[in-house]
């Protein structure tokens, strides 16, 4: 008999913005698991604190995941991830690990998921509101209409000729090339609106590239539009 791996998405930080479902497997779960070395420190743990207070009644564990491009460095750490999660699910416990926005968008969590269904555990990926939605409802904007394309583009990891892509551009994990983006974007005619740090305290709206700052957060979020 084992224990069951849910990965929960928490919403990109309002905690009013989690599912009933993801706080149903909180509440059931015994163990809770979330990205980072220290869990109190964690972005979701924080947010999954607002919506269900009892959290530390619960085994809370953090799984460390490095910010690195380093392929052995990574495979290393999810594999060490995956064996943490294992020794509570070969014990029959439930375990949801808790995930900004949705775990099927750019989630570390899909590296430990896939190590743990491989090793024979069961598991199951619960849908969670993402962050380029909930910043263009921030926006009070659409996303795309019509026939128009929507990209979903990590910065971090392409150069920037997405950006004549046809359609409306997402631009996620911009971190420190967010003023070469900004150069970029300030050449095209086309309406650019960022949030960084969308539904938490510290939110700040940006409605123009001019606006966007050289020291933008790692939780910002451009959105594109075409003219």
């Known amino acids: 008999m084992a224990g069951k791996l849910y990965g929960l998405g928490v919403g990109p930080g309002d905690p009013e913005l989690l599912t009933l479902k993801a706080l149903r497997l909180i509440r059931e779960s015994s163990v809770i698991a979330v990205p980072g070395k220290n869990a109190q420190e964690s972005v979701a743990y924080q947010i999954a604190k607002q919506a269900y207070p009892a959290l530390d009644e619960k085994t809370v564990i953090a799984v460390d995941m490095p910010m690195t491009k380093d392929k052995g460095v990574l495979d290393a750490s999810h594999r060490a991830g995956a064996d943490v999660l294992e020794s509570y699910l070969k014990r029959d416990l439930q375990v ?29 990926i619960v849908s969670g509101i993402t962050s380029f939605c909930a910043a263009a409802a921030r926006l009070n904007i659409g996303l795309v ?51 960084e740090n969308c539904g938490m305290e510290n939110e700040k709206v940006y409605t123009s590239a001019e606006e966007i700052p050289d020291d933008a957060g790692y939780y910002s979020l451009i959105i594109v539009k075409e003219r």
């Open 96 to 124: 949801a690990f808790l995930t900004l926005g949705d775990p099927t968008v750019y989630s570390t969590y899909l590296y430990l998921h896939r190590l743990v269904e491989q090793d024979g555990y069961p598991v199951e």
């Open 145 to 195: 209409e019509r026939s128009e394309a929507l990209h979903v583009i990590p910065s971090t990891y392409r150069d920037l000729s997405a950006l004549e892509l046809k359609g409306t551009k997402v631009l996620m994990k911009s971190g420190k090339k967010i003023a070469e983006v900004r150069e970029r974007l300030k050449e095209q005619d086309a309406d650019v609106r960022m949030v």
